[in-house]
């Protein structure tokens, strides 16, 4: 079980970019999908895409070809590369890692983004 923090978020103007880390407090090595998701006001938490430790990459179809997820095991890190901002993309963004069992998943506090002129 580990600890994960995010950060990097803030206020961007629309078509800016901004790249969110999560930071894991132990190895993630043999985790073998890392996750983030996204939570806008008044609406239901949504995957933005997920990384396996291979590195293979699924996302959305609203973030397809403008965010990229990557993974550096050693450093027990993830990370959110978002370009192209939109108003849309305002949310909380969530990392997490599934078990298989909801109560063992792990979770940070989130980081919010607020795209806005």
């Known amino acids: 079980h580990v600890q994960l923090m995010e950060s990097g978020g803030g206020l961007v103007q629309p078509g800016g970019s901004l790249r969110l880390s999560c930071a894991a407090s132990g190895d993630i090595a043999s985790y073998y999908l890392m996750v983030w998701q996204r939570q806008a006001a008044g609406k239901r938490r949504e995957l933005v895409g997920s990384i396996t430790s291979g590195g293979d990459t699924v996302y959305a179809d609203s973030v397809k070809g403008r965010f990229s997820i990557s993974r550096d095991n050693a450093n027990n890190m993830m990370y959110l590369q978002m370009n192209s901002l939109t108003p849309e993309d305002t949310a909380i963004y969530y990392c997490?890692?599934?078990?298989?069992?909801?109560?063992?998943?792990?979770w940070g506090k989130g980081t919010p983004v607020t795209v806005s002129s």
């Open positions: 997490h890692i599934p078990t298989g069992k909801a109560s063992e998943d792990m």
